[in-house]
C-alpha cells in the first residue's frame, strides 16, 4: 500500500532564507507525485508534480522538487521565502490514477 | 475558466441527520474526487467518479455515498451523521475530454460540523 511521510510537522524559518520540506513515500509500483499548499479556509492549490522526465521539476511561486527514486523521496524546496508562502503543504502520491494519499502536512512559518 | 465549486460552504448540522454536499468541477472535467480532511486523520480520499461511475473507492463506512451526474456535477451524502464527521469535505475536478491528467483542482470545500 501506498503511503506517504512528511517528516516535519512545522518548518519555521525567517524571510529570505533558503527552505526545504521533505517528503518520503512508500509504494510497491512506480507513482506520480505531487506538492499542494493549503492557505488558512481555502482548499489546495497545486505547487508542482512529477509524472515523469526529468527529476527536477519546477512549480509555481519559485518553488521546485527533485524526485529520487533510490531514496523514495521529493523534497520541496525554494531557494528565498516570503511571508506570503506561510501556509501549510502536503506532499502526494499516486499510482497512475486519482486517488492521492496525502501526507499529514508540514506547516510552513516564515517570520519577518 | 471557473475553478470548482462547492455548495454550501458552511453546514451545521445534528447527529443521526443526513446531509448532501454538491460539487461542480472545471468545464470540461470528467472526473470528481471527494477528499475528507480532519485535524486527527489529514487527508483522506473518499471516492472519485468519471463519467458517472465510480472509478475508485477510499476505506470509509456505507454511510458516506456519492453519485455523478451527466453534466459531470457530483454530490456526496453522509446518513446517519456521528461527531467524527465533522470535517472540511474537499472536491477535485480532473482529466479533461479527450486526455489523460492526473492534475487534480480543489474547491475552497465544505466545512462540515456535526453537533
Known amino acids: 500500500a501506498q503511503s506517504v511521510t512528511q517528516l516535519d510537522s512545522q518548518v519555521p524559518v525567517f524571510e529570505e532564507a533558503p527552505v526545504e520540506l521533505r517528503c518520503n513515500y512508500s509504494?510497491?509500483?512506480?507513482?506520480?507525485l505531487f506538492w499542494y499548499v493549503q492557505y488558512p479556509n481555502q482548499g489546495l492549490q497545486l505547487l508542482l508534480k512529477?509524472?515523469?522526465?526529468?527529476?527536477l521539476v519546477k512549480g509555481i511561486n519559485g518553488f521546485e522538487a527533485e524526485f529520487n527514486k533510490s531514496q523514495t523521496s521529493f523534497h520541496l524546496r525554494k531557494p528565498s521565502v516570503h511571508i506570503s508562502d506561510t501556509a501549510e503543504y502536503f506532499c502526494?502520491?499516486?499510482?497512475?490514477?486519482?486517488?492521492?494519499?496525502f501526507g499529514t502536512g508540514t506547516r510552513l512559518q516564515v517570520f519577518p | 475558466k471557473a475553478g470548482v465549486t462547492q455548495t454550501p460552504r458552511y453546514l451545521i448540522k445534528t447527529r443521526g441527520q443526513q446531509v448532501t454536499l454538491s460539487c461542480s468541477p472545471i468545464?470540461?472535467?470528467?472526473?470528481v474526487s471527494w477528499y475528507q480532511q480532519t485535524p486527527g486523520q489529514g487527508l483522506q480520499f473518499l471516492f472519485e467518479?468519471?463519467?458517472?461511475?465510480?472509478?475508485n473507492k477510499g476505506n470509509f463506512p456505507g454511510r458516506f455515498s456519492g453519485r455523478q451526474f451527466s453534466n459531470s456535477r457530483s454530490e456526496m451524502n453522509v446518513s446517519t451523521l456521528e461527531l467524527g464527521d465533522s470535517a472540511l469535505y474537499l472536491c477535485?475536478?480532473?482529466?479533461?475530454?479527450?486526455?489523460?491528467?492526473?492534475?487534480?483542482?480543489f474547491g475552497p470545500g465544505t466545512r462540515l460540523t456535526v453537533t
Open positions: 512529477y509524472l515523469s522526465g526529468s527529476t
Open positions: 509504494s510497491s509500483v512506480s507513482v506520480y
Open positions: 467518479y468519471f463519467s458517472e461511475t465510480q472509478r
Open positions: 468545464s470540461g472535467h470528467r472526473s
Open positions: 502526494a502520491v499516486s499510482e497512475k490514477t486519482d486517488k492521492l494519499i
Open positions: 477535485a475536478s480532473s482529466t479533461p475530454s479527450g486526455t489523460v491528467s492526473y492534475e487534480q483542482y
